[in-house]
Nanobody, 117 residues
């Protein structure tokens, strides 16, 4: 059974950086490599939103709020998706999740990112 496992969150000051990781356990290379994957976030009192995506062909897209600061990447051999976050702002504080965009799996537990001085 496929399961999403996010990690790498934490507390960081404004302007800091973090790298989030997402492992799609239970998947095999040939299946995972065909997934279009996305990173989502949910801030307190707000709906979950898609902030970055990477297609099976490695085309990336970003929400305006994170463009030029965040970078999504993937390692198909490890069934991993990453989100490098630079120049973090307090408004980036949220729980971050990953998922298959077109055929969502059950959501993982997410990883908390808190940006505060």
């Amino acid at each position: 059974q496929k399961r999403l496992v996010e990690s790498g969150g934490g507390l960081v000051g404004p302007g800091g950086s973090l790298r989030l990781s997402c492992w799609v356990s239970g998947s095999i290379f040939s299946v995972f490599s065909g997934y279009d994957m996305g990173w989502y976030r949910q801030a307190p009192g707000k709906q979950r939103e898609l902030i970055a995506s990477i297609s099976s062909g490695r085309t990336t897209t970003y929400a305006d709020a994170v463009k030029d600061r965040f970078t999504i990447s993937r390692d198909n051999s490890r069934k991993m998706v990453y989100l490098k976050m630079n120049s973090l702002k307090p408004e980036d504080t949220a729980v971050y999740y990953c998922n298959n965009i077109e055929q969502p799996l059950a959501w993982g537990q997410g990883t908390q990112v808190t940006v505060s001085s």
